[in-house]
């Protein structure tokens, strides 16, 4: 026995919301389609590939499987399944005070997709009808900030080491959170446009005055110790490599660290700009992919240049970014750089790459110290002819040789690389919440690395 599932899809953005169609989740399928209304708008769809300019007339139709019951863009709506997860939780938890207690894993998915299947990260807004979308854009938002640094009783701290109890606490200053994916716990707040001082708000919606939407991602101190002011460096050095990095404050939240992060899916006037993850992307285009490091960097370059329908603007520069963001990571020991720390934005007309977000350097946790997630040119794979393991130079010679990018251009862009982290093994050493151990071991990853690229 099932019943077709169905919800509205809605989204900001135009000047005012608006429906962009009807989705569909039945027993063997997901499907969306767009209203006539919405593609006389000419704004963009749901995702890159899902495009109106292709599905404007054809109901966009995916066989659900084990890692996408829906469409690619609508399951990242929807936090990771561990029931670890903090955003699953959050919301189960809230669902379970409004005496909802969904019997499958999808009658939960499908229940936290209406919750909080909107007003989260990106231009999508999932609701179970029009009217509670009208109800929701229409409710006003709560404008106060609430001061988190001043001994208040919200004890978040407890929440962090997962005791529950203080759930209810977080749910009445926060309200039904939009969600995250990830693994780390994040809330999606506002604070004030000047900087983080303590305070913190609803996101923020409407042109709000003065306020800008962050993700607010806490240190989890046992497993991760010293993440916050780890990722905090690791954006910092990115930005003196040239990227655009957001805006990023270390905090202090009720004793527990966190870093606050200025959102790139909002212009200026908190409206939603288009995003997607590389990962919803590649996987609307090959129902292969099933996990956020399926396609190997090689097979991102490919789909960029050979994708029939464009997902960046610029395919060269895209393909160069690809190349300089390896680099980094390498030479920062980030291990993490797969498919969904990688994400398309709508800018002016053009898609391309976001600026640089989860940059961290998990290799200086053990158990994080691998590069598996980032498969390149080959590398530790054994070369057929010569039955030789290929190095990691020349897994990233391969590399670039497969995205277009010249032996010179690749030297000039590792040798700047080279030259922005230099001294980076010593700011690794001011980091004061950095267990010494995990220092050295990073040390250690990142020196070796600048052996091999040097
Ligand atoms: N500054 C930002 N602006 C907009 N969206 C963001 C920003 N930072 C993160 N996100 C979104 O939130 C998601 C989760 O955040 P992030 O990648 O920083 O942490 P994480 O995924 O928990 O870490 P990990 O990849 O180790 O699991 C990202 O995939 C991205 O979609
Ligand atoms: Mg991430």
């Given amino acids: 026995m099932s019943v077709d599932r169905q919800a509205v899809i809605w989204t900001r953005l135009g000047t005012s919301p608006l429906r962009m169609g009807q989705l569909y989740l039945t027993e063997r399928e997901c499907r969306f389609t767009y209203d006539l209304d919405y593609l006389a708008t000419g704004l963009p769809g749901i995702g890159a590939i899902y495009t109106p300019a292709v599905y404007a007339n054809d109901t ?120 995250v994916g990830g693994a780390i716990p994040k809330l999606l707040v506002s604070i004030p446009e000047s900087g983080w001082d303590g305070r913190i708000g609803l996101p923020a919606r409407f042109g709000a005055q003065g306020l800008v939407d962050v993700v607010l991602k806490f240190e989890q101190p046992t497993v991760y110790p010293g993440l916050v002011e780890l990722e905090a460096l690791a954006l910092d050095v990115h930005r003196e490599a040239g990227f655009n990095v957001p805006r990023h404050w270390v905090v202090e939240f009720n004793g527990v660290p966190a870093l606050a992060v200025e959102r790139f899916d909002r212009d200026g006037n908190r409206n939603p700009l288009f995003t997607e993850s590389l990962y919803s992307v590649l996987a609307s285009g090959d129902t292969r992919i099933t996990h956020n490091h399926s396609y190997s960097y090689d097979e991102v370059g490919r789909a960029i240049d050979r994708s029939p329908i464009e997902f960046v603007t610029n395919r060269d520069a895209a393909k160069r970014h690809l190349l300089a963001r390896l680099l980094m990571a390498l030479l920062t020991g980030n291990g993490d750089l797969h498919l969904e720390n990688l994400t398309i934005v709508g800018m002016a007309g053009e898609l391309g790459f976001s600026p640089v977000y989860d940059p961290t350097p998990m290799r200086a946790y053990s158990i994080h110290n691998m590069l598996s997630v980032m498969p390149f040119g080959h590398y530790g794979e054994t070369d057929e002819a010569t039955g030789a393991v290929v190095n990691l130079a020349a897994g990233v010679r391969n590399l670039a040789k497969h995205l277009g990018v010249s032996p010179a251009t690749l030297e000039e862009m590792t040798g700047k690389a080279l030259q922005v982290t230099e001294h980076y093994s010593e700011r690794l050493g001011a980091l004061v919440s950095l267990p010494e151990a995990n220092r050295k071991n990073l040390v250690t990853i990142v020196e070796r690395v600048r052996g091999q690229l040097s």
């Fill in 60 to 179: 966009i139709v995916r066989t659900r499987t084990d890692s996408f019951d829906f469409l690619p863009p609508i399951q990242a709506l929807i936090p990771p399944h561990s029931e670890h997860n903090f955003q699953r939780r959050l919301v189960i938890e809230y669902l379970a005070r409004n005496g909802v207690t969904p019997a499958s894993g999808l009658e939960a998915d499908w229940e936290i997709l209406k919750v909080s299947g909107h007003g989260g990260i990106g231009h999508l807004d999932v609701f179970e009808t029009d009217e509670k979308a009208l109800d929701w854009y229409a409710a006003p938002v709560r404008p106060e900030l609430f001061d988190v640094t001043q001994g208040t009783d919200f004890s978040l701290k407890n929440y962090l080491t997962w005791f529950d109890q203080d759930a209810e606490v977080l749910m009445q200053v926060i309200g039904p959170t939009p969600s």
